[in-house]
């Protein structure tokens, strides 16, 4: 059973950075899609950046792209998200996710995408969620 844990949030003026960290624990296939969602109230939730841990692809939402960086530590088990040159419109909960394993090929997933190869391969395992205030 996979476990999530992730702590790190909190709250931030406009143009500011935040570290937050995910302890991964439970899985000891490597290939999966490590994931960072957010949701705004009254949103849906998004996948604003995932890792596969099989070789370190990457994917970013536009809105978060060359500010987020997603990173994992093996050894500590954890994956973080910086974050930087934050906006209001950052504000949400965020969410560690997995999702896996991914049972396809490289070329197959070159040719899918990252991100909707981590969607059929289905985010089964979530952490419990922490809050980002960015304020204007």
């Known amino acids: 059973q996979v476990q999530l844990v992730e702590s790190g949030g909190g709250s931030v003026q406009a143009g500011g950075s935040l570290r937050l960290s995910c302890a991964a624990s439970?899985?000891?296939?490597?290939?999966?899609?490590m994931s960072w969602f957010r949701q705004a109230p009254g949103t849906e939730r998004e996948a604003v950046a995932i890792?596969?841990?099989?070789?370190?692809?990457?994917y970013y939402a536009d809105s978060v792209k060359d500010r987020f960086t997603i990173s994992q530590d093996n050894a500590k088990n954890t994956l973080y998200l910086e974050m930087h040159s934050l906006k209001p419109e950052d504000t949400a909960t965020y969410y560690c996710a997995a999702a896996g394993p991914v049972r396809l090929a490289m070329t197959a997933i070159q040719a899918l995408g990252l991100r909707e190869t981590c969607n059929q391969a289905g985010f089964r395992y979530w952490g419990q969620g922490t809050q980002v205030t960015v304020s204007s």
């Open positions: 890792l596969y841990t099989d070789g370190g692809s990457t």
């Open positions: 439970g899985y000891t296939n490597s290939r999966y899609c």
